[in-house]
């Protein structure tokens, strides 16, 4: 069924194509005064100016009376499912230490990793359905969502299976991503490689199988995973079908950009630390660069050099 809006006062932020902006074609916001649009199953069919509308046959017609439309905020990173705020780890940077020996001392991501783990299923999925009835609020209106506080097949999935009673349960598009290369957890902690397998031999064929996750993820970083070990674990989730978003160079840059382009990553996310080499390599790819600046005001460090 086709819907057709017309009589927009501003139709904002609409424009042909489906690429990536880069550098100044980011300056301008398109905007066209006194518009219509029409979609077909949820999908843009065309847009313009009502002086220039075509016939169409049908439609269900809307009249927006002079009112402005514009895209909803897409969310394309969250960690929306967890157990139990951070919040305490405040105390611990205040008493002075970073974010890093925070995690060292088994805090952070380790920290919700256990806490995951001690949560049952329907707990965890009533309060995640409340902070995504909240945000939705906010007018959010499509959003992503990461596995990566289980760190163990079982947690894991867990995470993922509420990310899909979610998706089943909600009109927003909502997209998955397998984040086990989040951290490494602590009974791995002398054999990351075992670790590793775990991931690609015994979570991402269950995964797969019942069709937990459009995305994969990995956090490289120095004392989490390195680009040879980003590279393994997102070549073995691309025989299944997932697309890489890779979290990459918030503390370091060790080589993640390069990793996550050469497996043709739709995203790399957060950014704050940038070499000369990784602005050339990111300028020349179709890859998304996502920034966090919530993250960065969070825990307090350097915001990533968006203008550049
Ligand atoms: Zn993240």
């Given at each position: 069924?086709k819907?057709?809006?017309i009589?927009?006062?501003?139709?904002?932020?609409?424009?042909?194509?489906?690429?990536?902006?880069?550098?100044?074609?980011?300056?301008?916001l398109?905007?066209?005064?006194?518009?219509?649009?029409?979609?077909?199953?949820?999908?843009?069919?065309?847009?313009?100016?009502?002086?220039?509308?075509?016939?169409?046959?049908?439609?269900?017609?809307?009249?927006?009376q002079?009112?402005?439309?514009?895209?909803?905020?897409?969310?394309?990173?969250?960690?929306?499912?967890?157990?139990?705020?951070?919040?305490?780890?405040?105390v611990?940077?205040?008493?002075?230490?970073?974010?890093?020996?925070?995690?060292?001392?088994?805090?952070?991501?380790?920290?919700?990793?256990?806490?995951?783990?001690n949560?049952?299923?329907?707990t965890?999925?009533?309060?995640?359905?409340?902070?995504?009835?909240?945000?939705?609020?906010?007018?959010?209106?499509?959003?992503?969502i990461?596995?990566?506080?289980?760190?163990?097949?079982?947690?894991?999935?867990?995470?993922?299976?509420?990310?899909?009673?979610?998706?089943?349960?909600?009109?927003?598009?909502?997209?998955?991503?397998?984040?086990?290369?989040?951290?490494?957890?602590?009974?791995?902690?002398?054999?990351?490689?075992?670790?590793?397998?775990?991931?690609?031999?015994?979570?991402?064929?269950?995964i797969?199988?019942?069709?937990?996750?459009?995305?994969?993820?990995?956090?490289?970083?120095?004392?989490?995973?390195?680009?040879?070990?980003?590279?393994l674990?997102?070549?073995?989730?691309?025989?299944?079908?997932?697309?890489?978003?890779?979290?990459?160079?918030?503390?370091?840059?060790?080589?993640?950009i390069e990793a996550?382009?050469?497996?043709k990553?739709?995203?790399?996310?957060?950014?704050?630390?940038?070499?000369?080499?990784?602005y050339?390599?990111?300028?020349?790819?179709d890859?998304?660069?996502?920034?966090?600046?919530?993250?960065?005001?969070?825990?307090?460090?350097?915001?990533a050099?968006?203008?550049?």
């Open positions: 069924m819907k057709l809006f009589n927009i006062g501003q139709l904002v932020q609409v424009r042909p194509g489906n690429k990536p902006l880069r550098g100044k074609t980011m300056n301008k398109p905007v066209i005064k006194n518009a219509y649009l029409i979609t077909e199953n949820h999908k843009i069919l065309d847009f313009g100016k009502m002086s220039d509308m075509p016939v169409f046959n049908h439609k269900e017609v809307i009249d927006l002079g009112k402005l439309m514009m895209p909803a905020w897409i969310d394309s990173h969250t960690h929306l499912v967890f157990a139990a705020s951070r919040a305490g780890e405040f611990d940077k205040i008493n002075g230490l970073s974010y890093e020996e925070i995690a060292l001392r088994g805090g952070g991501i380790l920290n919700s990793a256990k806490k995951i783990n949560i049952d299923f329907d965890l999925y009533r309060q995640s359905a409340r902070l995504l009835t909240e945000i939705i609020s906010y007018g959010t209106g499509a959003i992503e990461k596995s990566g506080y289980g760190l163990n097949t079982e947690g894991e999935l867990k995470m993922l299976r509420i990310i899909k009673k979610l998706k089943k349960n909600y009109k927003l598009p909502i997209k998955s991503t397998f984040l086990g290369a989040h951290a490494v957890p602590s009974e791995y902690k002398n054999d990351k490689k075992a670790y590793i397998e775990l991931i690609i031999n015994d979570m991402l064929p269950v797969a199988q019942e069709k937990l996750a459009d995305y994969i993820d990995v956090f490289c970083e120095k004392n989490y995973f390195t680009p040879e070990e980003t590279n674990i997102l070549q073995a989730g691309a025989r299944y079908g997932l697309k890489p978003k890779v979290h990459v160079n918030q503390f370091n840059s060790i080589g993640g996550a382009l050469n497996n990553a739709v995203s790399v996310d957060h950014l704050e630390v940038m070499t000369e080499n990784d050339e390599l990111l300028s020349c790819s890859t998304i660069a996502t920034v966090l600046p919530g993250c960065s005001f969070f825990i307090n460090i350097p915001y050099p968006v203008k550049k």
